[in-house]
């Protein structure tokens, strides 16, 4: 996959990058990565802010503006494991803020 070019994304790529422009700010839960792919099944929970817009944000209008170097990182780590299920992926200006991954520890692999 060609993580500098829009339009070479996969179609689940440029759904996810969408989705979290939509969302703008906020969370998706369970978020699970196979093969380098985002899957489906994930639950989306958005943070309003009062007094302010809560709309898509801007890059949600901009498909190929939205490709950030936030993404670029993002499918680097998802590239390097084969899985990786991602509890919380935080969303802010439409864009990847931080993740918790669930993570195998030393005393499981003893």
Not at 82 to 96: I, M, T, W
Request: hydrophobic share 40%.
């Amino acid at each position: 996959m060609n993580i500098q070019d829009w339009n070479k994304l996969s179609p689940s790529w440029r759904q996810l990058i969408r989705h979290c422009a939509r969302l703008n700010f906020g969370h998706i839960a369970n978020l699970v990565f196979q093969n380098g792919e985002p899957k489906g099944d994930f639950r989306t929970i958005k943070t309003f802010h009062p007094g302010k817009d809560n709309g898509p944000s801007r890059l949600f209008f901009e498909a190929e503006e939205s490709l950030r170097p936030q993404w670029v990182e993002i499918m680097v780590l998802v590239q390097s494991r084969p899985s990786l299920r991602v509890v919380k992926f935080e969303v802010a200006h439409g864009l990847p803020l931080k993740l918790q991954v669930e993570e195998e520890t030393e005393a499981a692999n003893a």
